[in-house]
Every structure is written in structure tokens, then in C-alpha cells.
């Protein structure tokens, strides 16, 4: 148990304060830059802002629920996806630079609370563990969708980062219903849903 809090604990300064790395490409990484306003620049960065929180939020969630739970081949699907959320940080870190904004402030107190709920969650089995796993990606999934909706259709180097990223969250939902998701109560679903958007409400401006 103390090898794994340390162990934990280094994930999340890593992730909190790292910068975060990549194996795949950026998405869009090959595209000229749009000639952006000053104002769609600022709409872009806070709604990536968002998304990477919303990662940091992810690796905290995958990092709790992993260390709850006893099957080791559903360990091992969680670390996979955090690797791929890991790469998801780099991009989203990337492109909040390229725009001139900032990461949120609140990253910390973010990842701090959703480790929390991550082991809260697979504290109740595994079924229910990758039901909270699917939830949470078919939100992001309907979140990032909201975003291609709001950024600039000239913004191309944005929209195919959230692009990929959406792809890779639904695979991700996909594969917790492979390993035996169960459904969660509606109350459940309407207090992530809830949950959900304080963080993005905040992290749009902090």
C-alpha cells in the first residue's frame, strides 16, 4: 500500500506540474495556422483550457479506479486509456500555448477531487466501476462534440485535436462495455452530468 501511495503520488505531480508527452502526432500538427481574432483566440483557449482539464481530471479518475480494483485485466485497459489521456494533456497543453492562453489554476484541487471519486467508484465492484468509466466517457464525448460546435470552422488545428480526442473517448466507453460495464441509476448519470458542469463552468475562466 506504500509503495502504491508513492507511487500515486508521483503520477500526480507529474501530471498536475509536468509537462505531459506524446506518442502519436498532434492532431492537426501539420496544418497552417488560422488567422484568428483576438476574440476567437480566447474562445479557443478557454474551451481547451477546459479540455485539459478535464484530462487531468480523467488521469485522476483512471489513476483511483486502477488502484481499487482486483482484476488485473481491467487494471490494465484503465492504464491504457490514461496513456492515451496523457497524450490528450500534451495536445491540449500544446494548443492552449500556440493560442496564448493559460492551464487552470484549479488543476490541483481538479485531480485531488476525482481521485477521490475514482476510488469512491471502485469501491463498488468492478461492474459499477466501468459503468462510471462509460458514463464519464459518453459525457466527454457529448462535451467535446458541444465544443466543435462553439470553436471558429476556420480554427483547424483546434478542431482536430477535439476531433481525435472524441474518437478516442468513445473507444475508450467502448472498451468498459467489453469488460462487463453495468448501467448506472439515472441519479447517478444527472450527478456527474452536475458535477461536470461546475468544473467546466470554472475552468473556462480559471
Not at 500526480?12 to 488560422?34: I, N, S, W
Not at 476567437?40 to 488502484?67: D, F, P, T, W
Not at 471519486?117 to 459503468?131: P, Q, R, T
Request: charged content about 25%; overall charge negative; hydrophobic content about 45%.
Amino acid at each position: 500500500m506504500l509503495d502504491q501511495l508513492i507511487i500515486g503520488f508521483d503520477k500526480a505531480l507529474r501530471t498536475v506540474f509536468a509537462p505531459a508527452g506524446t506518442v502519436r502526432p498532434v492532431p492537426g500538427g501539420d496544418l497552417p495556422e488560422a488567422e484568428l481574432s483576438d476574440e476567437e483566440k480566447r474562445q479557443a483557449a478557454s474551451l481547451m483550457r477546459v479540455n485539459h482539464c478535464g484530462e487531468i481530471c480523467a488521469q485522476a479518475l483512471y489513476q483511483g479506479q486502477a488502484m481499487m480494483s482486483r482484476d488485473e485485466g481491467i487494471k490494465r485497459a484503465l492504464e491504457g486509456a490514461a496513456q492515451e489521456e496523457t497524450e490528450h494533456l500534451a495536445w491540449t497543453e500544446r494548443r492552449i500555448a500556440e493560442l496564448g492562453g493559460r492551464k487552470s489554476l484549479l488543476n490541483p484541487l481538479w485531480y485531488g477531487g476525482s481521485l477521490a471519486i475514482g476510488m469512491l467508484a471502485a469501491k463498488f465492484g468492478d461492474g459499477v466501476n466501468l459503468g462510471f468509466l462509460a458514463e464519464t466517457e459518453r459525457q466527454v464525448e457529448a462535451h467535446l462534440k458541444s465544443h466543435l460546435d462553439r470553436l471558429p470552422d476556420h480554427d483547424l488545428r483546434t478542431r482536430e485535436i477535439v476531433v481525435q480526442m472524441k474518437v478516442d473517448e468513445a473507444a475508450h466507453a467502448d472498451t468498459a462495455l467489453r469488460l462487463g460495464a453495468v448501467e448506472l441509476p439515472g441519479v447517478v448519470k444527472a450527478a456527474m452530468k452536475a458535477s461536470s458542469r461546475v468544473m467546466t463552468g470554472v475552468a473556462y475562466w480559471v
